[in-house]
């Protein structure tokens, strides 16, 4: 957040001993640019309001020590929910208050053990139960204000543990929950960590024989296979598909690798009526005899996503291990062989978190199938030129705005390739940056004959008297290529040469993975300073390449 050094600190804050879940983290955040630190606890909201700087607050309470009037509910005294609620109202300003200055994970309260009024306590007005769901649903209300704040499920935290709950551990050593909720607790906090650094796996590479349906298609025949039905094992299957499509509306890509015959697989996904996935719900596929890994890899180039990205499902222990050796950066989790297990491993992986969901994941599908399409014009075609013409592309720039700066705040966190200065930026570090009047970020959308790819860039300018620089270039690789890098670069020039700006400067900041933008800028015909400093001469201007239609829109 604010940090302008390489170190974030962590801080821990609660009403109760919350050392077991540093201990825990230390392990999961094994990245030296964390540092942990916990407050002392039972001073949470003087934790809050501390002057010490933090990128991120663990905020986990229990309601019957934050909340003043809960305690005398928790006494089963007669008390008016609404009189309760204004304290769930002052914790929430608190936490907003604080999330000005950095990310905030809030757990979501539960009840404390042997509590309540049995067969009564679902009851409106008076049951602790009740009460407690009052309580969850006005704080994720009240902070959903901020879009640094992210309300965590302490359920899951939970779930499939015998013991919890330890009142031994309590009178010790004031630590409420047994260690295996910490240590569910780090490995959930690490993935939605790794979400706000734009880290999530975003493709799954799934095998076909006893991974998305039973038995082998190319001896049974699509009719043969185990999938739905009067069938617990065909059910399990058929469930997995449910769990794997319900990721996919969410913004997680789905593909095929598997060694069989292409035609017959296909057979099985277009005609069987219990599958749940079909030809279009997948990004690319590799059905041949080849080696999976080499599949993998082409898959990930031609989808234009790293290695880091990628998750591989196969029932195959031999196929796993190949693909993880060859392709470390890949993640090969051990899979199951009861079909069963399927929804349940999936589900345990934690590894698709999202910070935001935005219009562009919910149809990212459509955007990869309708980017086949373009690529199958371009080999049909005789030259470059007569594809981009053919592609008829329409570029909307407009202020970065309330509307939009979900999906911008998105892409600087999740794209690399081209990426200027990868830079990673929350929506009010965005908000901040906005206000110098000198600065000026725009939200890119790209349309053409095959549809709409969404807001897929994002350029943002800062003029500095006569001189003037391209802070931002950030864009989507699924339009790399077909001119927009260069309307992106018109687009920043004709800005700054309207606030007065007679040179535009561009520092490239190299990192992994953003090499093809230093390619895209040693190829736009600018004055190259030194290898990774360019500028522009904005009196001249930069053209506007021929094949692309441009509409800038106002406030």
């Known amino acids: 957040m604010t940090n302008m050094t390489d170190e974030k600190i962590i801080a821990l804050i609660s009403d109760f001993n919350i050392a077991p879940l540093s201990g825990f983290l230390k392990n999961k955040l ?77 757990a979501a309260w539960h009840l404390p053990a042997n509590m309540g009024y049995g067969m009564l306590d679902w009851k409106n007005g008076l049951g602790l139960s009740n009460l407690l769901a009052k309580c969850n649903i006005r704080l994720a209300e009240k902070v959903s204000e901020s879009n640094n704040i992210f ?55 799934l095998d076909l024989d006893n991974t998305l349906w039973g038995g082998v298609v190319g001896e049974n025949g699509w009719q043969g296979v185990r999938l739905g039905g009067h069938d617990h094992v065909g059910e399990g299957f058929r469930d ?68 880091e990205s990628l998750v591989f499902i196969d029932d195959n222990p031999a196929e796993r291990s190949r693909v993880s050796d060859a392709l470390p950066d890949v993640l090969v989790p051990d899979w199951p062989e009861d079909p069963s297990m399927f929804v349940e491993t999936l589900n345990s992986l934690c590894c698709f978190e999202n910070t935001t969901i935005t219009k562009e994941d919910r149809v990212r599908t459509s955007l990869y199938i309708s980017e086949r399409n373009r690529k199958d014009i371009k080999y049909s075609v005789k030259n470059n030129d007569d594809w981009l013409r053919r592609l008829n592309t329409r570029v909307t720039a407009r202020p970065v705005n309330s509307n939009n700066i979900s999906r911008v705040t998105q892409l600087f966190n999740k794209t690399n390739q081209l990426n200027l200065s990868t830079r990673r930026l929350s929506e009010k570090e965005i908000i901040t940056w906005l206000a110098n009047k000198a600065r000026y970020m725009m939200a890119i959308s790209v349309t053409d004959q095959f549809g709409d790819m969404g807001l897929v860039g994002v350029i943002g ?9 391209l802070v931002d270039f ?39 993975r953003n090499g093809p933008t230093l390619q895209v800028l040693k190829n736009a015909s600018l004055e190259e300073v030194n290898p990774r400093v360019f500028r522009v001469n904005c009196e001249i201007g930069y053209e506007k390449p021929e094949f692309v239609e441009l509409n800038v829109l106002g406030e």
């Not at 089963?76 to 200055?101: G, N, R, W």
């Not at 300018?461 to 620089?469: F, M, N, Q, T």
């Open 151 to 205: 309300m965590l499920s302490t359920n899951i935290w939970m779930e499939g543990l015998k013991n919890p709950l330890s009142s031994k551990m309590w009178y010790a050593a004031k630590i409420p929950y047994n260690s295996g909720v910490f240590e569910n607790a780090a490995r959930h906090i690490g993935q939605y960590i790794d979400a706000i650094k734009g880290k999530s796996r975003r493709l799954i590479v």
């Open 474 to 512: 950030v864009l989507s690789c699924r339009v790399m290529g077909r001119q927009v890098e260069e309307t992106l670069l018109h687009l920043a020039v004709s800005e700054l040469a309207s606030r007065g700006v007679d040179i535009m400067e561009i520092v490239y900041e190299a990192t992994e």
């Open 30 to 106: 094994t990245h030296p640019e964390f540092i942990l630190e916990t407050e002392p606890y039972g001073q949470v909201y003087q934790s809050l309001v501390r002057s010490t700087e933090s990128w991120l607050d663990i905020v986990w309470t229990s309601p019957e020590r934050v909340l003043p009037g809960f305690q005398k509910a928790c006494q089963l005294e007669e008390v008016a929910h609404e009189d309760i609620l204004a304290d769930v109202d002052y914790f929430a300003q608190s936490l907003i208050s604080a999330s000005e200055k950095r990310y905030i994970f809030v």
């Open 240 to 307: 997995f598909q449910l769990a794997l499509k319900s990721l996919s509306n969410r913004g997680v890509q789905l593909a095929i690798s598997s060694k069989n015959d292409e035609a017959v697989a296909m057979q099985a996904i277009d005609n069987h009526p219990e599958m749940i996935l079909k030809r279009e719900d997948f990004v690319g596929w590799r059905i041949n005899w080849n080696d999976k890994a080499g599949n993998i890899a082409d898959l990930a180039d031609e989808i234009n996503l790293g290695l």
């Open 461 to 469: 300018v800062e003029a500095l008297g006569r001189k003037g620089r």
